[in-house]
Nanobody, 124 residues
């Protein structure tokens, strides 16, 4: 059974850094488009960082220049390095592979399934 496990969340002060990991089991996603999503309090879940099977990346303006998505296909893990964190980054963070019916972009992404998420809390 395919499963995704996100980890690495925690509580940090503004300006700090965290590194999230998304590990897959029962599912090899080295050839898949992978994305990080987040859902803040009272907000909808949104995609903000995507990496294609060829390593091409896309970022939402809100995280561009601060966050970096990467992948280690040998380990079946996708990472999210988050630097210069802000209080508005506080959210539950999820990763998900995208259906190949979509273009692997922020406005064309079809999550297939989700992990349990990892909480990131940034204090001022």
């Amino acid at each position: 059974q395919a499963q995704l496990v996100e980890s690495g969340g925690g509580s940090v002060q503004a300006g700090g850094s965290l590194r999230l990991s998304c590990a897959g089991s029962g599912y090899v996603f080295y050839s898949e488009c992978m994305g990080w999503f987040r859902q803040g309090p009272g907000k909808e879940r949104e995609a903000f960082a995507i990496i294609g099977s060829d390593g091409t990346t896309r970022y939402a303006d809100s995280v561009k220049g601060r966050f970096t998505i990467s992948r280690d296909n040998a380990k079946n893990i996708v990472y999210l390095q988050m630097d210069r964190l802000r209080p508005e980054d506080t959210a539950m963070y999820y990763c998900a592979p995208s259906s190949r019916l979509y273009r692997c972009d922020l406005d064309s992404y079809g999550p297939i399934y989700w992990g349990q998420g990892t909480q990131v809390t940034v204090s001022a």
